[in-house]
């Protein structure tokens, strides 16, 4: 958990997402009518334009697409956690659906846990699901796995 | 459009850290400046064009400049990726008679800290750009682009070197530009090498200065721009795009993000143009952060996927070298104005009047912001 951490807004797609995580599940937005998962979530389906959605269940495993290391000038709150490492991760289900999260190697562990030199791009990931403040569940991504060549 | 419209005159406020003027003094010097160059009266303006992040107003500019009857007016979204398209729309007004002379301006103070609108937000963030990274500490625009820096460095092989490449070509560019903020700060590749990490793999000399000053343009018919003072600066042809599934800034979510809004608004630009990436003699590229330049070098066609770090080397973005890239100093080392130095020094260099002048130019190329929806202008000089 981070003092001061930023939180988005609620609304009807941030809502089912982050109460989803807090039970523990990845979801992510999937039309009901052709199939296609999408991310961010949105009202219509980019591919065939129908607003029927569910939430779809996914297996949390996924691989570093990207990463950086957060250095000052921060907002505080970050700054006092600086360096800290954030990533983007490709989902197994669908290596086009990706998410940002902080990389740990204990479930509860602080977002500067993991330190550049532990990282690599196509590193194993898996989605675990800390608590943040007013009851918000982020999901952040354990390292798990060997890297696989892209 | 294609040479129906002319940049008839330019205008620059000086550049620096922190200006004591407001932004709206700053933009009526820099108006008054390029209607002046012109050789027009303020009257004779009847439109107007500006970012829809500009802090100044039309009826508080048209007021105080002493305009007469505006019949077109527009503003352009997307920050660093309006600055072609404020000065094209101008033009397309123009060609399309809407209004005989338009001026386009941008007007900026950011010199400040707390100015700086990363640093100033609620606890709550909204909207896609924002939701889905800011509470991950992906916070700060460099973030966003480190991100997509890291996945192109793994991909292609390019390195901080080539990154650096692009940081000191534009401060020695700036070297021999009196009016570049680091005009009198060199800088060298150790220099580069021990700055501080900001958002690795990008550090401090990546990232474009902070910096107070308003610039402006006048936009005429061709025909009209013939019977004036200056060298005509021809629109030969400009360009918008904002790619399929493209989201601004956190371009994470689309097929392929390092095929940015550079690729498809070349395409669109080359279609409209007689001329392709060999015949452009001089090129202003939007460089708020130096990987921005490696990608726009790449959809613009310059070099093929995954080559614009090899581009770079030996000189091969300075004067003189395979393609002069920001010969002002750009955002990096002359100014940050969201990139509207980048049109005046492109224009600059047509009328040969650059302090990093290129030999003969015909074909002068201004992008907007990479990793944004964005535009691109391609100016021509008479022959
Ligand atoms: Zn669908």
Redesign the interface.
Same mark, same amino acid.
């Given at each position: 958990m981070i003092e001061g951490q930023l939180l988005p807004e609620l609304n009807e797609f941030t809502e089912p997402f982050h109460e989803f995580a807090s039970r523990g599940e990845l979801r992510i937005q999937k039309c009901e009518s052709c199939g296609v998962l999408r991310m961010p979530p949105r009202p219509m389906c980019p591919a065939c334009g129908s607003t029927s959605f569910v939430w779809q269940l996914m297996s949390g495993r996924g691989r570093v697409w990207s990463y950086v290391v957060a250095h000052p000038p921060l907002l505080p709150a970050y700054a006092e956690l600086a360096p800290y490492v954030v990533a983007i991760v490709e989902l197994e289900e669908d290596p086009l659906i990706r998410l940002c999260g902080n990389l740990v190697f204990d479930s509860t562990g602080p977002i500067n846990e993991v330190q550049a030199s532990d990282v690599t791009i196509a590193q194993e990931v898996t989605a675990v699901f800390p608590p943040a403040d007013d009851g918000f569940v982020l999901p952040a991504w354990q390292i798990t796995g060997a890297t696989q060549p892209t | 459009m294609k040479d129906q419209t002319a940049v008839a005159g330019i205008g620059s406020t000086d550049f620096a850290k922190s200006l004591e003027p407001s932004e709206r003094d700053l933009a009526l010097e820099a108006i008054s400046a390029a209607v002046d160059d012109a050789g027009l009266h303020p009257s004779e303006v009847d439109g107007m064009a500006c970012y829809s992040m500009e802090a100044t107003e039309e009826v508080d500019i048209a007021r105080n400049m002493g305009f007469g009857d505006v019949t077109w007016f527009s503003k352009v979204p997307y920050g660093g990726g309006a600055g072609c398209g404020v000065v094209g729309q101008a033009a397309m007004a123009v060609a399309a008679g809407q209004c005989s002379v338009a001026v386009a301006w941008r007007s900026r103070k950011r010199g400040a800290?707390s100015s700086r609108p @990363?640093?100033g937000?609620s606890?709550?963030?909204?909207g896609?750009q924002q !939701? @889905? /990274?800011? &509470?991950?500490?992906?916070?700060?625009p460099v973030?966003e682009i480190? !991100?997509?820096t890291?996945?192109y460095m793994?991909s292609y092989g390019a390195t901080r070197d080539h990154l650096a490449n692009v940081a000191l070509a534009a401060r020695r560019h700036a070297n021999n530009n009196p009016a570049a903020v680091m005009a009198d700060r060199t800088m060298t590749r150790e220099d580069y090498m021990d700055s501080? !990490?900001?958002? *690795? &793999?990008?550090c401090l000399f990546d990232n474009c200065l902070e910096t107070d000053g308003a610039c402006a343009v006048v936009i005429t018919s061709a025909d009209r721009a013939r019977t004036l003072r200056n060298p005509t600066v021809l629109i030969h042809a400009w360009a918008q795009s904002l790619p399929s %599934?493209h %989201?601004t800034m /956190?371009n #994470? #979510?689309c *097929?392929d993000p390092l095929r940015g809004p550079a690729w498809s608004c070349a395409k669109k630009l080359w279609s409209l143009s007689d001329a392709g990436p060999a015949d452009v003699d001089v090129a202003q590229l939007y460089d708020a952060f130096s990987p921005l330049v490696l990608l726009s070098l790449e959809g613009y066609g310059f070099c093929e996927r995954g080559d614009a770090g090899e581009f770079t080397d030996d000189g091969g973005i300075e004067v003189g070298g395979r393609l002069p890239v920001n010969t002002s100093g750009g955002g990096m080392s002359e100014a940050y104005l969201h990139g509207f130095n980048l049109i005046t020094e492109a224009v600059k260099q047509v009328r040969g009047e650059s302090t990093n002048q290129v030999e003969d130019v015909e074909f002068s190329l201004c992008t907007s912001g990479e990793g944004v929806p964005t535009g691109a202008i391609l100016f021509r000089g008479e022959r």
């Open positions: - | 800290r @990363w640093a937000v606890d709550r963030v909204s896609d !939701m @889905w /990274t800011r &509470p991950y500490g992906l916070l700060r973030d480190a !991100m997509l890291r996945r793994h501080r !990490m900001i958002s *690795e &793999p990008l %599934q %989201q /956190t #994470f #979510f *097929e």
